[in-house]
């Protein structure tokens, strides 16, 4: 259900259509929680017929519309809602750790071209995420700065502090497993593989 909120959080900036949103999605919840443009159509319908959303059609062309959407009181209750509940965490599946485990029955060039890749994949998240800071910190960022241009002067530090705490845990969670696999690199020629 993350995605229900994630979709409410930007619409509470401002309505969008799908389109528009599923762009602002991809260049900044994404990085938090992915979904694909399959997956939020659908939940802008659902979330729009349990009356979190009013939708409404839109010109778009000479001859055609787009659905826009503007989140409802009731949206906005719900969305507080779920920000207020604790969190179940759900069970681990991380097939990364999993394969680690069971290294013995690779062959050392597998086992290092995963490490590596693992290496690789953090490497670019860690950058991206970095620039969301940058961009946080340098007012570069054009869905924050709408959500500040409406928030009350006393929310804004916290909203920007908010924002840039959550990229610096993603950050640190890259940082972490850059150096488990590297050490997994060691670990393979300690033991000659």
Known sequence: MSLRYALLALLAVEPMTGYDLSKRF????AHVWHAPDSQIYPELKRMEKDGLLQGRDVAWGS???KREYHIT??????????????????PERDPVHLKAAYFEWAEPDSARAQLLAHIE???ARREDWQEKVDEILGDNNDILAKRLAQA???DRESIRAFKK?????LIA???QEIAWAESG???LDQLGR
């Not at 991809?26 to 919840?29: A, P, R």
């Not at 009181?73 to 509940?85: H, K, L, P």
């Open 73 to 90: 009181a009731v949206g906005i209750e719900d969305f507080r809602s779920w920000m207020n509940e604790t969190l179940s965490y759900p």
């Open 63 to 65: 001859r055609g519309t």
């Open 26 to 29: 991809q260049s900044s919840v």
């Open 165 to 169: 705490f959550t990229y610096d845990g």
């Open 121 to 123: 994949n953090f490497t």
């Open 152 to 154: 009350p002067e006393e």
């Open 173 to 175: 969670r890259a940082e």
């Open 185 to 187: 690199l060691v670990l």
